[in-house]
């Protein structure tokens, strides 16, 4: 009887590592420089996005916009590993947006975006204009309102994630009701004979 136990709790463990398995296989980021909702008084150079896994580099891609959605990409990105590093193109004052895009190992794409404030931007000629100027101000106090959302917009990626690991866990659970009903089962089995 101790036996029969240790096997069926041997193949339930087994069984919850299983599912892990097709989660493996989605990429997501696990961190960036500058860290999503950071507030810089000074540019950073360049943009660093870490994934979990090795991002490809024919099916990623990455996009900074500033304020007013002007680009902010300095040049293409390069790859190192599980890194992809971005050249950084400051300008205005405001929040910046990088949005990445990827396919994961699976063929499932992964997208989402880091948001960061530049407190100190560099000035540009269009916007020395008066009436541009107007707009900026308002751009400006739009910031801690875009801003807000920030928050609300990981929520979807982690919703899809989310969703992911349910399925796994449904799975996890159908196999140790499996197991259980089985093992049930045998001991069943084996006071029926005595």
């Known amino acids: ?10 193949v339930v463990a087994a069984s919850a ?22 507030r810089l008084a000074a540019a950073p150079e360049r943009i660093e996005l870490r994934f979990l896994a090795t991002p490809k580099e024919a099916t990623t891609e990455v996009t900074v916009t500033g304020p007013d959605n002007v680009a902010a990409t300095g040049g293409a ?37 880091i948001r960061f404030t530049l407190t100190t931007g560099t ?8 009436a541009p100027q107007t707009s900026a101000v308002p751009t400006t106090s739009a910031v801690p309102t875009s801003a807000a959302p920030s928050p609300a917009s990981p929520t979807p990626a982690a919703a899809g994630t989310d969703d992911d690991g349910g399925t796994g866990w449904l799975w996890a659970a159908g196999a140790v009701v499996v197991l259980a009903a089985l093992g049930g089962g045998l001991l069943l089995r084996r006071r029926a004979r005595r």
């Open 1 to 10: 009887m101790a036996l029969t136990w240790a096997v069926v709790l041997g």
């Open 17 to 38: 590592l299983l599912p892990a398995a097709p989660a493996a296989a989605h990429n997501s980021l696990t961190g960036s420089d500058p860290r999503d909702g950071a």
């Open 77 to 113: 990105p390069a790859f190192a590993g599980k890194r992809v590093t971005v050249p950084f193109r400051p300008g205005a004052a405001g929040l910046y947006i990088v949005t990445y895009r990827l396919a994961s190992d699976d063929g499932h794409p992964v997208k989402g975006e």
């Open 123 to 130: 000035p540009a000629e269009a916007p020395s204009a008066s």
